[in-house]
């Protein structure tokens, strides 16, 4: 019978992976949930697992790994100030600055809004487009790196899975 070792915790109970504290019983104990013990902490750890691989890709290209990830985003076409703000889920100050230098060095450029003369879309400058193509040819091939070794019938297991858990939100 295999045993697992249990997740190193820091002196606040958090799992330093997750940066997460796991849910306990009364007892100290971990809990587990219907779900299993590290559904969430799995995913969790994959996320920051996936931040490192944007990063790790973008910088060598010039970009920040916010700055990668618009620019990925404009590659499905011109998209307005407000949707980006959501789908990066940053302030619109924040995302209004990062426009502005990506505009700097010619990558995105402004537009007028097709039917809201007061909007603009922001969309990728053929410069941009190029480096866009790039980063996304770079995360896609370091995550191929990362599944290689599993077998077909589970890479179609894990992208059915994940595909259900992102149509959900």
Known sequence: MATTAAAPRTSAGLDPRTS???????????????????????????????????????????????QAHLICVLLSGPTGMTDLSHILGIERSSLTSMVDR??????????????????????????????ANECHARVVAR???????????????????LQSILNQA
């Open 20 to 66: 997460a504290a796991a849910p306990r019983t009364p007892a100290g104990r971990e809990a587990r949930t219907s779900a299993g013990p590290d559904l969430a902490s799995s995913l969790v750890r994959t996320m920051h697992l996936l931040q490192d691989v944007h990063g790790e890709v973008s910088r060598p290209l010039g970009l920040t790994p916010q």
């Open 102 to 131: 990506l505009e700097r060095r010619s990558l995105v450029a402004r537009t007028t809004h097709p039917t809201d003369r007061r909007a603009c879309r922001i969309e990728l400058t053929p410069t941009g487009e190029t480096l």
């Open 143 to 161: 995550i191929d790196d990362l599944t290689s070794t599993l077998p077909p019938a589970t890479r179609r297991t894990l992208t059915t899975t």
